[in-house]
């Protein structure tokens, strides 16, 4: 048999295949497992390159700053691209960007040099909104908050492995989890080349618009979405809380505890454990008893009550304490998410999803912004002060106010929905 004939075979039996989730599972379980690798160790490498805790705490919000600010435009404009040419051809070139960055990061003599890195790497990088398309275009609308949960919880089960192995190869050497990081990449490159189907078939495809792909637009269209347009805010809110936190996480524990990698990395993996748990196991019980509407409401209240926990613990436990205390709100980003997946059509899903990644892209550049600061202004305070706990307190305020108006939202439907019934 002649290679070309090989390689048609080949591609004959890649596009036999149906796209389904346990395809876009194990590729997101890869790409989560990679980034978590690094995420203990990168304020550490920022260290290493900066002087004091202030100037740590500094540059590593830059450095921060800048992936997130790379992909607040990249992401609606893959988003968009994925509803033109698929999603397969977005994924491979996301996962080939993350390959190249986590190997540069790993040779990086420099906080400019870093700096470089993530901004390409931002760009480039959009597979999160793009891997929720590829499950809205497998998935009955009925059913997406589930399946939008299985994801999570390969989110969850890679925040679980990912962090530990980063932490125990950072306590060896700060950049060894980068090289293991890239090596993952590459797997999850050759993964989605050789094995991952195509989930969006071509009468579902349309041409691709520069003018509608620019982030202001995508998020302007997200906020018109029938009937679900107060969530937009809502996820923008919770968007913002999460990347303080992931901004501010290994800093304020290092800070207020003494923390290393390795103490960091057992911290976030709990957070994995939780998240795999309840939107893998839990769920899907869980929206039979309540529904989506009065989860997002609980989740949310659970979530705020978290943020200031954090802030205000005292000893190490109690972070532990609080993570798995801290169930339902796990289930915010999917219950959030299923119910604006449910009011695009099934031609935009892409561009929809990539605009609610856009959105997160936006609070992730706003956040380093934030975040920061306000652990640098309380980075000189002795260890276990509570004031430490400053981004976290305003992570809880965020969270409160998307509570509010998600409650005032759904107030709304109810009465809408009342009025139609009392009409007819």
């Not at 801290?326 to 999803?353: F, K, M």
């Not at 998307?402 to 009465?415: D, G, I, K, P, Q």
Request: glycine share 10%; hydrophobic share 50%.
């Amino acid at each position: 048999m002649s290679s070309n004939e090989a390689r048609f075979k080949l591609f004959a039996a890649r596009q036999s295949r149906v796209a389904a989730m346990p395809f876009i599972m194990f590729t997101a379980l890869i790409d989560m497992i990679s980034i978590g690798l690094i995420i203990p160790v990168l304020p550490a490498l920022v260290g290493s390159l900066t002087g004091t805790k202030t100037d740590q705490a500094l540059w590593y919000g830059v450095v921060t700053f800048t992936f997130s600010f790379a992909n607040f435009f990249g992401s609606p404009i893959l988003g968009g691209l994925s509803d033109s040419y698929g999603r397969r051809p977005v994924l491979l070139l996301g996962f080939s960007g993350l390959m190249l960055s986590f190997f540069t990061t790993a040779i990086a003599t420099s906080v400019g040099m870093l700096i470089v890195i993530r901004l390409v790497a931002g760009a480039m990088q959009a597979n999160l909104s793009v891997a929720s398309a590829y499950v809205a275009d497998i998935t009955p609308p009925e059913q997406r908050a589930k399946r939008f949960g299985m994801m999570g919880a390969m989110f969850g089960v890679g925040f679980i492995l990912g962090p530990v192995i980063g932490g125990l190869l950072g306590s060896i050497d700060l950049r060894l989890p980068f090289y293991a990081a890239g090596c993952l990449a590459l797997l999850n490159l050759l993964y989605g080349y050789f094995v991952l189907p195509e989930s969006l078939p071509m009468s579902l495809r349309h041409p691709f618009n520069w003018k509608s792909a620019t982030p202001l637009a995508a998020i302007r269209r997200l906020t018109q979405l029938k009937d679900v347009a107060p969530l937009a805010f809502v996820v923008g809110l919770c968007g913002m809380a999460q990347f303080v936190l992931y901004t501010c996480w290994v800093l304020y524990t290092t800070f207020k505890f003494g923390w290393g990698p390795r103490d960091n990395g057992w911290s976030l993996a709990a957070i994995g454990v939780v998240s795999a748990v309840v939107q893998g196991l839990l769920l899907g019980r869980i929206l039979k008893r309540i529904g989506v509407r009065r989860l997002a409401v609980f989740g949310l209240l659970s979530s705020t009550c978290a943020y200031a926990l954090w802030g205000a613990a005292t000893r190490s436990w109690m972070m532990y304490a609080i993570i798995f205390v801290n169930l339902l709100g796990a289930t915010v980003s999917s219950t959030i998410q299923s119910i604006i997946s449910g009011a695009a059509d099934a031609q935009n899903q892409g561009r929809t999803l990539g605009a609610v990644g856009g959105l997160n892209s936006l609070m992730a550049v706003i956040a380093p912004a934030i975040g920061a600061p306000l652990l640098t202004m309380v980075s000189h305070l002795p260890r276990g002060d509570w004031r430490i706990g400053a981004p976290f307190y305003f992570c809880a305020l965020l969270q409160g106010i998307a509570l509010f108006l998600t409650v005032t939202h759904f107030r709304s439907e109810r009465r809408q929905r009342l009025a139609l019934k009392a009409g007819a």
